[in-house]
């Protein structure tokens, strides 16, 4: 197996990992960020095809089906999509890896989601692919939305309990958990990346299991008219456009096509 291909093994194991699963299936609630723009793009997802990419554990489902006039949500880890058949029977859920979305029609959706950072967990060139088969998928005039990790946060590759440190009982089970997956974190270092344009980290997620890209605002914008996308906005996680920011961890992008 080579670097690229083992990294690639490596998040999508810890995705299909049962306490990974648990814990996006009880997510429920949208983010600050995602209901300012949800509200915002109301007139685009009222009656809208939506496509809904890493769907998870179905918390953005709930705002986004009673909503299209058809949706469909995919995931490349079909243990999720088992789940969230279950829990909202009346969408569409298919089994899918954003970087060959070859099962749907080119325009298909006027709408295209990728939620909490999803397309982060690809390596470069496969980020690539995916938001050029976004734009493919899209509809003249529609619209993509995701997150992505922010490079340029204040507290770049410091564990968040490290950020504001408050010396208490949480800050103790804290430091213990770090002390005990040191060990899996300095094996993952290895698998690191960084140049110009982005870094790919090992970071706090999961217990030190994932290989996250990083990127900051003006190189994501790039990325996007790059693949054709114009009117790139982004926003910060409070949900207000910025043209960079150092506060938020994760930044919102918007796109039309």
Request: no cysteine.
């Amino acid at each position: 197996m080579n670097e690229q291909s083992e990294i690639v093994s490596i998040n999508r194991k810890t995705y299909a990992n049962a306490k990974v699963l648990d814990y996006y299936d009880g997510l429920t609630e949208l983010f600050p960020a995602e209901k300012g723009l949800f509200e915002h793009l109301s007139s685009k997802i009222e009656k809208a095809r939506i496509l809904d990419i890493g769907v998870g554990g179905g918390r953005t489902t709930q705002y986004l089906l009673p909503r299209a006039s058809a949706y469909t949500g995919i995931d490349y880890v079909p243990e999720f999509i088992v789940r969230v058949k279950k829990k909202y029977p009346t969408g569409t859920f298919i089994v899918g890896d954003a970087r060959d979305l070859g099962e749907f029609n080119d325009e298909a959706f006027d709408f295209v989601l990728f939620s909490y950072n999803g397309i982060d967990v690809v390596l470069h060139e496969d980020r690539i692919r995916i938001l050029n088969e976004m734009n493919r998928v899209l509809k003249k005039g529609g619209m993509i939305m995701f997150s992505s990790h922010n490079r340029d946060y204040r507290h770049f590759r410091k564990p968040y309990w490290l950020t504001e440190p408050k010396f208490n009982l949480s800050f103790v089970k804290n430091l213990l958990s770090y002390v005990f997956f040191l060990p899996r974190h300095l094996r993952m270092r290895k698998h690191e990346v960084f140049n110009d344009e982005y870094g790919i980290v090992n970071d706090q997620d999961h217990r030190f299991s994932l290989l996250v890209y990083y990127i900051n605002v003006s190189r994501q914008i790039k990325q996007l008219e790059d693949t054709g996308m114009s009117d790139v906005k982004a926003y910060n996680m409070k949900g207000d456009q910025v043209i960079a920011d150092k506060d938020s961890f994760w930044i919102y992008y918007l796109a039309t096509k």
